[in-house]
């Protein structure tokens, strides 16, 4: 069982920027993966970025340029840092991992969301 607990989001003005992160728990082995999704209200779930445990990134064109992913191995844990956030950035953001429990079962887990509103 492996748990992830999202925080850093909140309301912010057009221009301005967010720290997300979603810290694993649990019995965790590895983590090959881990990612940002978003949902927006009316609109499909969309990939916003991944990251790989070789720090290799993946990020969505909507987003290139503007948010960066990393993550800390250590701390089971992947960042987000978001900048020059937009009205259309406004969305509940969620945190995925991918890996393998120490009974070397797989597992792939989701967070519980934080919404991010951009506004004025």
């Known amino acids: 069982q492996v748990q992830l607990v999202e925080s850093g989001g909140g309301l912010v003005q057009p221009g301005g920027s967010l720290r997300l992160s979603c810290a694993a728990s649990?019995?965790?082995?590895?983590?090959?993966?881990m990612g940002w999704y978003r949902r927006a209200p009316g609109k499909q779930p969309e990939l916003v970025a991944t990251?790989?445990?070789?720090?290799?990134?993946n990020y969505s064109d909507s987003v290139k340029g503007r948010f960066y992913i990393s993550r800390d191995n250590a701390k089971n844990t992947v960042y987000l840092q978001m900048n020059s956030l937009q009205p259309e950035d406004t969305a509940v953001y969620y945190c995925?991992?991918?890996?393998?429990?120490?009974?070397?079962?797989?597992?792939?887990?989701w967070g519980q969301g934080t919404q991010v509103t951009v506004s004025s």
């Open positions: 995925n991992a991918a890996g393998r429990l120490t009974d070397r079962r797989d597992f792939r887990s």
């Open positions: 990251i790989t445990s070789g720090d290799s990134t």
């Open positions: 649990g019995s965790i082995f590895n983590i090959n993966a």
